[in-house]
Nanobody
């Protein structure tokens, strides 16, 4: 089972920035959608941002602060998170799907924002 590999999480103060990265070692076929979800204990996993066919979508709470980008040649997706808030504290998961509608997930990376 192919798993995506994330990096870049950590502990920051409110107002600071973090950049998450996600790659797919050994995968040579292109992904369709690539994106980021997040989850806090006791709540459902939430879509944060996704990129597909040149378009992007964001959950309202991160619009204007987060930017998703991707490098198709590397099958890599990034999430630049600026002006972080304590409400952004969560485990962030990388997500992708391919032309056969198979889904791929990362193991999750913790982002903690101190007020």
């Amino acid at each position: 089972q192919v798993q995506l590999v994330e990096s870049g999480g950590g502990f920051v103060q409110a107002g600071e920035s973090l950049r998450l990265s996600c790659g797919a070692p050994g995968i040579i076929f292109p992904f369709n959608d690539m994106g980021w979800y997040r989850q806090v204990p006791g709540k459902q996993r939430e879509l944060v941002a996704i990129t597909s066919g040149g378009g992007t979508n964001y959950v309202d709470s991160v619009k204007g602060r987060f930017t998703i980008s991707r490098e198709d040649a590397k099958n890599t997706v990034y999430l630049q998170m600026n002006s972080l808030k304590s409400a952004d504290t969560a485990v962030y998961y990388c997500y992708a799907n391919d032309w056969r509608a198979r889904e791929y997930w990362g193991q999750g990376t913790q982002v903690t924002v101190s007020p």
